[in-house]
């Protein structure tokens, strides 16, 4: 293409509200032919909500004080959900020492009042030593059949209650997926949530294809075997475990709304965080430069 139709496919990017890093860009753009699209933040709203309170072996009030305690030292949209429920429904929280987040597992933190609270899946809580009983698997497993997120959490030896997050799926993720699909475009959905929950957004959005309970290091290696297929692949996230990701993949696509590593490691940024555009761009590539066949 000319260093004209560049620079006009640059321009028109910018009215439709996409960021792109180069000219260059656009040549990758109009090649892709998978979309990999993360659920949290990029499907959904990435707004979540606490819907449901199990408490096995505590009180409901001493599970969310300890939960939210220990979540109020994570940026994590769970973490949001579940300090805004715990402090509305029973005042100011705990005071925490430390908290050490563990990327697509939950969090850890040391409470000043003593106890080490561990909060996110199952298998995060049993890493660090704490049994899970059979009546909190119990409600875990209930949570998620119902299309929630089951978040676990647990101290002095033992997982003691669960806490069901929803998400709301955005309006316009359905139409995206259309339109990507009319592009003749693969869309599947990446995710480090569990499968039960991602094919429950999955079908409400029209996509097919779920990659569920990836932990953030391994959404590179999903990229790496798809190219290694034969796949051009393009990547939408918003999140910091997105990020590696974003950079491997032959098209990284940002949400404007998303955090700024997944924007600094992305060549497309869609500025409003409108999925839709993700086409759009596609289409803009293909115009500016030619489609390929
Ligand atoms: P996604 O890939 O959908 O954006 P993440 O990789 O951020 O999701 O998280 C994957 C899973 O890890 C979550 O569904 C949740 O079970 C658990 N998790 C991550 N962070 C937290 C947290 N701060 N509190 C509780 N659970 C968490
Ligand atoms: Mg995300």
């Given at each position: 293409a000319t260093p004209t139709a560049l620079m006009v496919g640059t321009g028109r990017g910018a009215q439709l509200g996409i960021l792109i890093k180069g000219p260059e860009v656009l040549e990758q753009t109009r090649r892709v032919?998978?979309?990999?699209?993360?659920?949290?933040?990029?499907?959904?709203?990435?707004?979540?909500a606490v819907v449901g309170v199990a408490a096995v072996g505590a009180t409901e009030a001493e599970l969310l004080r300890h939960?939210?305690?220990?979540?109020?030292?994570?940026?994590?949209?769970?973490?949001?959900?579940?300090?805004?429920?715990?402090?509305?429904?029973?005042?100011?929280?705990?005071?925490?020492?430390?908290?050490t987040g563990?990327?697509?597992?939950?969090v850890v933190a040391r409470l000043t009042s003593g106890p080490l609270v561990v909060v996110g899946q199952p298998a995060l809580l049993e890493a660090e030593g704490l049994s899970v009983p059979a009546?909190?698997?119990?409600?875990?497993?209930?949570?998620?059949?119902?299309?929630?997120?089951?978040?676990?959490?647990?101290?002095?030896?033992?997982?003691?209650?669960?806490?069901?997050?929803?998400?709301?799926?955005?309006v316009t993720s359905?139409?995206?997926?259309?339109?990507?699909?009319?592009?003749g475009l693969r869309p599947?959905?990446?995710?480090?949530?569990?499968?039960?929950?991602?094919?429950?957004v999955a079908a409400a959005v029209g996509i097919d294809e779920v990659i569920a309970g990836v932990r953030p290091e391994e959404k590179?290696?999903?990229?790496?075997?798809?190219?290694?297929?034969?796949?051009?692949?393009?990547?939408?996230?918003d999140g910091v475990n997105d990020a590696a990701a974003l950079?491997?993949?032959?098209?990284?696509?940002?949400?404007?709304?998303?955090?700024?590593?997944?924007?600094?490691?992305?060549?497309?940024?869609?500025?409003?965080?409108?999925?839709?555009?993700?086409?759009?761009?596609?289409?803009?590539?293909?115009a500016t430069l030619g489609t390929i066949r």
């Amino acid at each position: 293409a000319t260093p004209t139709a560049l620079m006009v496919g640059t321009g028109r990017g910018a009215q439709l509200g996409i960021l792109i890093k180069g000219p260059e860009v656009l040549e990758q753009t109009r090649r892709v032919d998978t979309v990999l699209l993360d659920k949290t933040g990029t499907v959904t709203e990435g707004r979540m909500a606490v819907v449901g309170v199990a408490a096995v072996g505590a009180t409901e009030a001493e599970l969310l004080r300890h939960a939210g305690a220990a979540e109020s030292g994570s940026e994590h949209p769970i973490a949001r959900a579940v300090v805004t429920h715990a402090a509305t429904a029973t005042g100011p929280l705990p005071a925490v020492d430390t908290v050490t987040g563990r990327a697509g597992l939950g969090v850890v933190a040391r409470l000043t009042s003593g106890p080490l609270v561990v909060v996110g899946q199952p298998a995060l809580l049993e890493a660090e030593g704490l049994s899970v009983p059979a009546a909190v698997l119990a409600a875990h497993d209930a949570a998620r059949a119902a299309g929630h997120t089951a978040v676990v959490a647990g101290w002095d030896g033992e997982a003691r209650g669960v806490l069901a997050v929803a998400d709301t799926v955005k309006v316009t993720s359905a139409d995206a997926v259309r339109a990507l699909r009319e592009l003749g475009l693969r869309p599947v959905l990446l995710t480090g949530d569990h499968e039960v929950t991602a094919r429950a957004v999955a079908a409400a959005v029209g996509i097919d294809e779920v990659i569920a309970g990836v932990r953030p290091e391994e959404k590179v290696a999903v990229v790496q075997r798809l190219q290694a297929e034969g796949q051009r692949v393009a990547m939408v996230g918003d999140g910091v475990n997105d990020a590696a990701a974003l950079a491997q993949s032959d098209l990284g696509i940002a949400m404007g709304t998303g955090t700024d590593a997944a924007i600094q490691a992305s060549d497309l940024t869609l500025v409003r965080g409108d999925l839709r555009v993700a086409a759009d761009a596609i289409r803009l590539a293909r115009a500016t430069l030619g489609t390929i066949r």
